[in-house]
């Protein structure tokens, strides 16, 4: 079954339906906001927030949208309050990546080019490091926008910049 019709058998009072929905984008959702926030506990209760608010909020889902799109706005908009009250930190894409280069062999080289690579990601602007991250869980340009509640043109923008920039940078360490 779709997540489209699963959320609207939801909505119409099928629990199962929901438990399909929550097995399937329940790690996706933690590790969006894991890459975002460097406690495991809150990036925990921001999920549960958005989860709750699916639960909550199911009648008013607009099949206009994909369900997974729907739910990664609701929880765009739980971090996005975190920030707004305890500040804000992507440092944990940056400590997962360094963690890979560690397990790889030849550390020494490797560690030295992950370092500049973090340094370099580290750069960007937080608006510009969450439109990667959404782009690398596989959302479109459109779908981006709409998590993020900005125009297409300026998911463009913050992609296209932050691409360049990272381009540039590498380039100049080579």
């Not at 639960?55 to 739910?71: D, V």
């Amino acid at each position: 079954m779709r997540d489209r019709a699963l959320i609207q058998a939801y909505a119409n009072g099928n629990s199962r339906a929901f438990d399909e929905l929550y097995r399937r984008h329940r790690t996706p959702l933690l590790v969006f906001l894991r890459r975002q926030c460097d406690s495991v506990a809150i990036c925990e209760e921001l999920a549960h927030d958005a989860w709750i608010a699916v639960i909550n909020q199911a009648s008013l889902y607009q099949p206009s949208a994909k369900f997974k799109t729907w739910l990664f706005r609701i929880a765009h908009n739980r971090l996005v309050d975190h920030w707004r009250k305890h500040g804000r930190s992507a440092g944990v894409l940056f400590e997962e990546l360094n963690e890979a280069a560690l397990r790889r062999d030849d550390q020494s080289s490797r560690e030295f080019e992950l370092n500049q690579i973090l340094n370099i990601l580290e750069s960007l602007s937080p608006k510009q490091t969450e439109a990667i991250l959404l782009k690398i869980e596989g959302f479109s340009h459109a779908e981006i926008a709409d998590i993020t509640s900005s125009k297409q043109e300026t998911v463009k923008s913050r992609l296209r910049y932050a691409t360049r920039h990272l381009k540039v940078a590498l380039e100049a360490t080579s």
